[in-house]
């Protein structure tokens, strides 16, 4: 059985002027190691773009990644996290806003977890937000299904990232207990690696392409371990009888 395989890359932080560091790395240089170690490995079909694409997003941030992206030979889709522009990338990013993508015998979709941000980080899903992932899910229930966003939905178990997760989760997780053929969720948000079951549900957590926050911190905390610290993305390996293969690819650069 050929799956689908499907690319995540998140949290890049990129910065409105490309010489500008992020918590002292090059973004910019990091971003271009994960993609070029993402083409080499040849096999991936779609990448998702989970949120924090650009830092405190700005137009020139936006454009020049829209034209990064555009020059890939393969497509992309882009969802925001709490520190990007939604009006923006809704302006900029044409067919990257595409919210149900239908693969083989998988559907993805893909939610904007930013509503009633706290100025903290934290964000939740919109009652629009919710209806649209509801109808989805009826519409396409005869399909497995991946739900990818920004905020982590269930907590990590540091508690500065956990005051900040998904705030209303628990309408979420409400919601996709009525829906066996969600097999995966996918976000980003949390600059590490986790994978749990979580109500029957496969949750997936992916480093970031910038830096790297140390797991089980009471506060914020750089990952000081050299390869944790190297920017990552993660390849998902989507098959038609619902298993989900993964594994996060660290970059050193």
């Known amino acids: 059985m050929k799956p689908l395989i499907v690319a995540q ?4 932080h990129l ?12 973004v910019e240089q990091s971003l271009v190691a994960v993609v070029d170690d993402l083409l080499e490995q040849g096999d991936a079909e779609l990448i998702l773009w989970t949120g924090d694409l650009v830092h ?20 992309s889709y882009w969802i925001p996290g709490n520190h990007d522009d939604v009006e923006l990338m809704l302006q900029l990013g044409g067919r990257m806003n595409l919210r ?18 706290d100025g903290q ?39 500065w990232q956990d005051s900040i997760m998904l705030a209303n989760s628990d309408a979420f997780w409400a ?15 949390v600059h590490q690696t986790r994978d749990q079951l979580y109500q029957g549900v496969r949750v997936l957590m992916t480093p970031s392409s910038s830096v790297q926050f140390k797991a089980g911190c009471d506060l914020m905390t750089l990952e000081d371990e050299p390869t944790l610290a190297r920017p990552a993305y993660r390849l998902l390996q989507l098959y038609p009888d619902g298993r989900i293969a993964t594994r996060v690819k660290r970059v050193a650069c």
Do not use: M
């Open 9 to 12: 890359i998140t949290d890049c």
């Open 175 to 189: 919601l996709l207990a009525g829906h066996r053929q969600v097999k995966g969720v996918v976000n980003g948000h």
């Open 100 to 117: 149900t993508i239908v693969e083989q015998d998988w559907v993805i979709l893909l939610l904007d977890s930013t509503s009633q941000p």
């Open 121 to 159: 980080g934290s964000g939740q899903l919109a009652q629009t937000e919710l209806d649209f992932l509801e109808q989805q899910l009826q519409r396409y229930q005869d399909y497995h299904c991946l739900v990818v966003l920004h905020h982590n939905p269930v907590p990590v178990e540091s508690a």
């Open 15 to 26: 910065q409105n002027d490309p010489d500008h560091r992020y918590r002292g790395r090059d």
């Open 56 to 75: 405190h997003g700005a137009l020139n941030g936006y454009s020049r990644l829209q034209n990064r992206l555009a020059a890939l030979p393969l497509p």
